[in-house]
């Protein structure tokens, strides 16, 4: 899944891989080719939750949410 998010001065594309979702809250996302975890900043982006479906990052006070899809084979 790749998402611009651009406001007047720049554009951060975030590429969001993958995910490892653990209910015990260790999961992990990939993006942009890092492996993140809740917390882990990437650009101006915090992560904020990582869902089975769905990454929640934060930037500047806003939050971005993106839905996973699950390819067809």
Same mark, same amino acid.
């Given at each position: 899944?790749?998402? !611009?998010?651009?406001?007047e001065? =720049?554009?951060?594309? +975030?590429?969001? =891989?993958g995910?490892?979702?653990?209910?015990?809250? +260790?999961? +992990?996302?990939?993006?942009?080719?890092?492996?993140?975890?809740? $917390?882990?900043?990437?650009?101006?982006?915090?992560?904020?939750?990582?869902? =089975?479906?769905r990454?929640?990052?934060?930037?500047? $006070?806003?939050? =971005?949410?993106?839905? +996973?899809?699950?390819?067809? !084979?």
């Amino acid at each position: 899944i790749k998402v !611009e998010l651009s406001d007047e001065n =720049e554009t951060t594309e +975030l590429n969001v =891989e993958g995910v490892v979702f653990d209910k015990d809250g +260790l999961s +992990l996302v990939a993006v942009n080719g890092a492996v993140l975890k809740v $917390g882990d900043r990437i650009g101006d982006y915090q992560v904020l939750k990582i869902m =089975e479906d769905r990454v929640i990052f934060i930037r500047e $006070g806003e939050t =971005e949410e993106f839905l +996973l899809t699950k390819e067809e !084979e």
